[in-house]
């Protein structure tokens, strides 16, 4: 992505590209990979629309709790918006279900937290796509159980995220890359799993 690269060039200490297109283009074979994983779930039929949120839970509740453990409320004053565990284990529950099992991830440093959130704020764009599919099914009872897939809507919290994420001085962006990459592997074991 060189288009605009030539603003950030110039600064010391920065790399070429700013850090989203980093961390988009560091990300996108894991994007693919997951994508491929999730459209194996049916989200038209109850039973895979379920599995999908058990999935999704079993990643975005243990992130978010690293994320809280990790003082995100201090970076994102607004991070009680952009918490989604609530609405997630509310839908498993309007589906009857509990979150079956979580996968493990590690404690993270301040440029990881940034990282993470590139992850679970852009996971809005693919949710956006994925509601479509839900609003589509003949079973009215997943559109009810939509708050995660819906959460958010109209906000713009991913435009913020960005706006925030351009902001950070003296992130480590290696770092902030591992970390993005560690939360798609986390989505990918679950996906996996469930
Ligand atoms: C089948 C499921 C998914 C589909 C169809 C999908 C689709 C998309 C699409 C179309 C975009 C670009 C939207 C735009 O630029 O306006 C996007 C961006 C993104 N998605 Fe997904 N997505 C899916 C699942 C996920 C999941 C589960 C995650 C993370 C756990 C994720 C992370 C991201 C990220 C980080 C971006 C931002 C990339 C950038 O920097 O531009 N996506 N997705």
């Given amino acids: 992505m060189l288009a605009g690269a030539s603003d950030v060039s110039s600064h010391v200490g920065r790399s070429f590209s700013g850090l989203r297109e ?20 049916d989200l038209t039929v109850f039973s895979g629309y379920r599995r999908f949120l058990q999935a999704s839970a079993a990643a975005l ?16 004053p607004d991070w009680p918006e952009r918490s989604r565990s609530a609405a997630i284990v509310a839908d498993l529950g309007r589906l009857g279900s509990a979150v079956p099992f979580t996968v493990s991830v590690p404690a993270l440093t301040r440029s990881g937290m940034l990282g993470t959130m590139y992850v679970l704020e ?68 679950a996906a996996d799993r469930a």
């Fill in 122 to 189: 852009g996971s809005r764009l693919g949710a956006k796509f994925l509601l479509k599919t839900v609003a589509d099914a003949a079973d009215p009872r997943l559109g009810e159980a939509a708050a995660y897939l819906n959460h958010g809507t109209g906000k713009r919290l991913w435009q913020s995220f960005l706006a925030k994420l351009a902001s950070e001085e003296g992130c480590e962006e290696d770092e902030a890359i591992d970390f993005a990459r560690i939360a798609f592997a986390a989505f990918e074991r």
């Fill in 22 to 41: 980093r961390l988009r283009d560091s990300t996108a074979s894991a994007h693919r990979e997951l994508d491929a994983q999730l459209s194996a779930f």
């Fill in 61 to 76: 509740l243990p992130l978010e709790t690293a994320l809280v453990e990790a003082g995100i409320a201090r970076l994102f």
